[in-house]
């Protein structure tokens, strides 16, 4: 098997673990919050926590693994994860669990960029696309099996049993990492920004817990803003501090690149929708419409489907029409249906949510990939690594923000109507809300040229009288 494929499909192994686990726990959290006597809405810190530990920890990921080598990181995230798994099921309070989630983002926080890494380095730029269909398409069976193993589990036997699924992953991970991955390393390695560090995982850690509790859960509303007000000063002295060190934990510079700035921001924007979802979506059904952990884990599956389908035609499609034109209109259709999402109704057939959710995750996962693609098709080699690291930390930031605003919007809703438990018409201003915020991505991808990321896409030039080869590359024509 060509290592353009196999490599892939090894890194594919740990994504599969770590987003079936999401989808687990995101069906499972109303389950969750009442064995452990919490009110649901609280439950977005375990989400949150593990979200920022990873966004923390992924700055020291790219600069292990150009010291210790990728194999070794990577494995050793695996345990972590695992790890941090066993403890989840262990879990009898709120705090106990939080923790044990933050634990897990640590192990999270090393594998997946570190593995995403790896395939960068080992594929060829004309055959990224393609390197990353096979990498993605195993990630993306895990929101699939994750929401009907999770809510059958969690209905049928126990939440707790969810957090075991990883195991024989995790060992199928390992012994693939250990056959197939070099424990490539960089000998020339910088020093670690030790202070920046700090200042990233202070200031990332505070704002989340001050937008994640907002006021009502662990802290105090004194406690909640000046954790975000601390925050956001620490966020401000990094920026400062980025532009006067050589070699940064987070090097900012490579912002002034244009595709790899339009898919940082535009991949920030877009993810907050995305992120509220899987929090907002099962306590609608569950505890808006009623429905078992199972019944609810039936339905959401369904965007998992469409993200498997889009794989079958997105090389073609940015091949065709080029990265500019596919994100703009797949940005507007995938915040549309974020946004139509709470809309449903109990009486609204369960067929028709499945149908809205598939073409939403359709559209989700052709967004995704470009931005993905067309944020490295300028990136030099040597700056790989600081690329991932940066582009990393935003989509977990992202992700994290998404279950804090989709939260609050709830909440707020819910003190608005006097609820105590919400109702099936509390949710539709929170998936408005992060549609809308998630519909800013399309600014982004406007601003693009139009022959952005071609290297990548093999999309033919409009100025020139290129031909794209069925590989992806371009042959020029003599004058």
């Not at 075991?164 to 390992?174: A, E, K, Q």
């Not at 920046?196 to 994640?212: C, E, N, Q």
């Not at 510079?253 to 700035?261: D, E, M, Q, V, Y």
């Not at 419409?289 to 609810?296: G, R, V």
């Given at each position: 098997?060509?290592r353009?494929?196999l490599?892939?499909?090894?890194?594919?192994?740990?994504?599969f673990?770590?987003?079936?686990?999401?989808?687990?726990v995101?069906?499972?959290?109303?389950?969750?919050?009442?064995?452990?006597?919490?009110?649901?809405?609280a439950?977005?810190l375990a989400?949150?926590s593990y979200?920022v530990?990873v966004?923390?920890?992924?700055?020291?990921?790219?600069?292990?693994?150009d010291?210790?080598?990728?194999?070794?990181v990577?494995?050793?995230?695996?345990l972590?994860?695992i790890g941090g798994?066993?403890?989840?099921a262990a879990?009898n309070?709120?705090?106990?669990f939080v923790?044990?989630r933050?634990l897990?983002?640590?192990?999270?926080?090393?594998?997946?960029p570190?593995?995403?890494l790896?395939?960068?380095?080992?594929?060829?730029?004309?055959e990224?696309v393609r390197?990353?269909?096979f990498?993605t398409?195993p990630?993306m069976?895990?929101?699939m099996?994750?929401p009907?193993?999770?809510g059958?589990?969690t209905t049928y036997v126990?939440?707790r049993?969810?957090?075991f699924v990883?195991?024989p992953?995790?060992?199928?991970g390992?012994?693939?990492?250990?056959?197939y991955?070099?424990?490539?390393?960089d000998e020339e390695?910088?020093?670690?920004d030790?202070?920046?560090?700090?200042l990233?995982?202070t200031?990332?850690?505070l704002l989340?817990?001050?937008?994640?509790?907002?006021?009502r859960?662990?802290?105090s509303p004194?406690?909640?803003i000046?954790?975000?007000?601390?925050g956001?000063?620490?966020?401000?002295?990094?920026?400062?501090?980025a532009?006067r060190t050589?070699?940064?934990?987070?090097k900012?510079?490579?912002l002034?690149?244009?595709t790899?700035r339009?898919?940082?921001?535009g991949?920030?924007?877009?993810?907050?929708?995305?992120g509220?979802?899987?929090?907002l979506?099962?306590?609608?059904?569950?505890i808006?419409?009623?429905?078992s952990a199972?019944?609810?884990g039936v339905?959401?599956f369904?965007?998992?489907?469409?993200?498997?389908?889009?794989r079958?035609?997105?090389?073609r499609?940015?091949?065709r029409?080029?990265?500019k034109?596919?994100?703009?209109l797949?940005?507007?259709g995938?915040?549309?249906?974020i946004?139509?999402t709470?809309?449903?109704?109990?009486h609204?057939?369960h067929?028709f949510?499945?149908?809205?959710?598939?073409?939403?995750g359709?559209?989700?996962?052709?967004?995704?990939?470009g931005l993905?693609?067309?944020?490295?098709a300028?990136?030099?080699?040597?700056?790989?690594?600081y690329?991932?690291?940066?582009?990393?930390?935003?989509?977990?930031l992202?992700?994290?923000?998404?279950?804090?605003?989709?939260?609050?919007l709830l909440q707020?809703?819910?003190?608005?109507?006097?609820h105590?438990?919400a109702a099936p018409g509390?949710?539709?201003?929170a998936?408005v809300?992060v549609?809308?915020?998630s519909?800013?991505?399309?600014l982004?991808?406007v601003?693009l040229?139009?022959?952005?990321g071609?290297?990548v896409s093999?999309?033919?030039?409009?100025d020139?009288?290129?031909?794209?080869?069925e590989?992806?590359?371009r042959?020029?024509?003599?004058?």
């Amino acid at each position: 098997m060509q290592r353009s494929v196999l490599v892939p499909l090894i890194v594919a192994s740990a994504f599969f673990m770590e987003n079936a686990d999401s989808a687990l726990v995101a069906v499972a959290l109303p389950a969750i919050a009442q064995s452990i006597g919490e009110n649901p809405v609280a439950l977005k810190l375990a989400l949150t926590s593990y979200l920022v530990s990873v966004a923390i920890f992924i700055p020291l990921s790219g600069w292990l693994t150009d010291r210790i080598g990728a194999q070794t990181v990577f494995r050793l995230a695996m345990l972590v994860f695992i790890g941090g798994s066993l403890l989840c099921a262990a879990s009898n309070s709120l705090l106990g669990f939080v923790g044990a989630r933050f634990l897990q983002g640590i192990g999270g926080a090393m594998m997946v960029p570190v593995g995403r890494l790896i395939v960068l380095r080992s594929v060829p730029k004309t055959e990224l696309v393609r390197a990353l269909t096979f990498l993605t398409i195993p990630g993306m069976m895990g929101p699939m099996v994750g929401p009907l193993v999770g809510g059958f589990l969690t209905t049928y036997v126990d939440w707790r049993w969810i957090f075991f699924v990883n195991v024989p992953f995790t060992l199928l991970g390992l012994v693939l990492a250990t056959m197939y991955i070099e424990n490539v390393r960089d000998e020339e390695i910088p020093p670690l920004d030790v202070f920046g560090f700090l200042l990233v995982g202070t200031g990332l850690a505070l704002l989340m817990l001050g937008l994640a509790t907002g006021g009502r859960f662990l802290l105090s509303p004194q406690g909640s803003i000046g954790c975000i007000v601390a925050g956001c000063l620490a966020i401000a002295v990094y920026v400062w501090h980025a532009r006067r060190t050589p070699t940064p934990v987070m090097k900012l510079s490579l912002l002034r690149i244009h595709t790899f700035r339009a898919s940082v921001l535009g991949g920030l924007m877009f993810r907050i929708g995305v992120g509220a979802t899987p929090f907002l979506l099962p306590l609608m059904l569950q505890i808006g419409f009623d429905l078992s952990a199972f019944e609810s884990g039936v339905i959401t599956f369904a965007g998992a489907i469409g993200a498997i389908l889009s794989r079958a035609f997105t090389s073609r499609i940015f091949r065709r029409h080029g990265f500019k034109t596919v994100l703009v209109l797949s940005g507007i259709g995938g915040a549309l249906f974020i946004a139509v999402t709470g809309f449903f109704t109990p009486h609204t057939p369960h067929w028709f949510i499945s149908l809205t959710l598939m073409v939403g995750g359709l559209l989700r996962s052709v967004q995704f990939a470009g931005l993905f693609a067309v944020g490295y098709a300028d990136v030099s080699n040597k700056d790989m690594s600081y690329a991932t690291t940066l582009s990393s930390v935003s989509q977990q930031l992202a992700l994290s923000l998404g279950v804090a605003i989709g939260g609050t919007l709830l909440q707020l809703t819910l003190n608005w109507h006097g609820h105590a438990v919400a109702a099936p018409g509390d949710f539709w201003p929170a998936f408005v809300g992060v549609g809308l915020i998630s519909a800013g991505a399309v600014l982004c991808a406007v601003f693009l040229p139009p022959d952005a990321g071609s290297e990548v896409s093999g999309h033919r030039r409009p100025d020139d009288g290129g031909q794209t080869t069925e590989d992806g590359g371009r042959n020029t024509k003599s004058s």
